[in-house]
């Protein structure tokens, strides 16, 4: 398993465009991704599980790869990350 902490800098948190833009990106992938916050995790491929997680600006979430090709893919969604959120 591989995976990669991020500070939320975007002013709206995960909002609803981000995460679907996230559970598009993660249905793309072939590893199973998990992103959590505090005591709650959600499934990158289920909306309303990760827009109830509501990650705020300035809030950690840790997001957890795991899979055959979870390097590559855990690359990709930090990218995603760094990029958009």
Excluded: W
Excluded at 28 to 54: C, H, P, Q, T, W
Excluded at 55 to 79: I, P, Y
């Amino acid at each position: 398993m591989k995976q990669f902490s991020y500070t939320v800098q975007d002013h709206m948190g995960i909002h609803a465009r981000p995460a679907g833009l996230i559970v598009k990106l993660a249905k793309g992938l072939n590893s199973k991704i998990i992103i959590e916050k505090g005591e709650k995790s959600a499934d990158a491929r289920r909306l309303i599980a990760l827009m109830g997680l509501n990650v705020l600006q300035g809030e950690t979430v840790t997001v957890s790869v795991e899979g055959e090709r979870e390097a590559e893919d855990c690359q990709v969604m930090q990218s995603f990350f760094q990029e958009n959120l």
